[in-house]
């Protein structure tokens, strides 16, 4: 099992930035592969970016590439995604995941462990 608790959501304008940060704890030895993805209300959830826990290799959705920026610390057990340039639409519920498996890390299917989410909202 591993558990995953996301945190630094909160309210920012337009053009500013923010961290959002996820903890993992538990068997984090099995974890592959880490990703952030959003939920707004009424719509699907998307993948954001992701990393491969060995070899670093990340993922961004085209969406967010030059704005966000993912990094990953498996000696911690952390991941952080550092939003800038924020817009409105990017406000979501933004989920920290993480997989024991191999597969596509942009594919939420791929993923075994949730967190419980942290709001992120950007004003106009």
């Known amino acids: 099992q591993v558990q995953l608790v996301e945190s630094g959501g909160g309210l920012v304008q337009a053009g500013g930035s923010l961290r959002v940060s996820c903890a993992a704890s538990?068997?984090?030895?099995?974890?592959?592969?880490m990703g952030w993805f959003r939920q707004a209300p009424g719509k699907e959830r998307e993948s954001v970016a992701a990393?491969?826990?060995?070899?670093?290799?990340?993922y961004y959705a085209d969406s967010v590439k030059g704005r966000f920026t993912m990094s990953r610390d498996n000696v911690k057990n952390t991941v952080d995604l550092q939003m800038n340039s924020l817009e409105p639409e990017d406000t979501a519920v933004y989920y920290c995941?993480?997989?024991?498996?191999?597969?596509?890390?942009?594919?939420?299917?791929?993923?075994?462990?949730w967190g419980q989410g942290t709001q992120v909202t950007v004003s106009s």
């Open positions: 538990g068997r984090t030895f099995s974890i592959t592969a």
């Open positions: 995941a993480a997989s024991e498996r191999v597969g596509p890390i942009q594919a939420g299917e791929t993923y075994d462990y």
């Open positions: 990393v491969t826990w060995r070899g670093g290799r990340i």
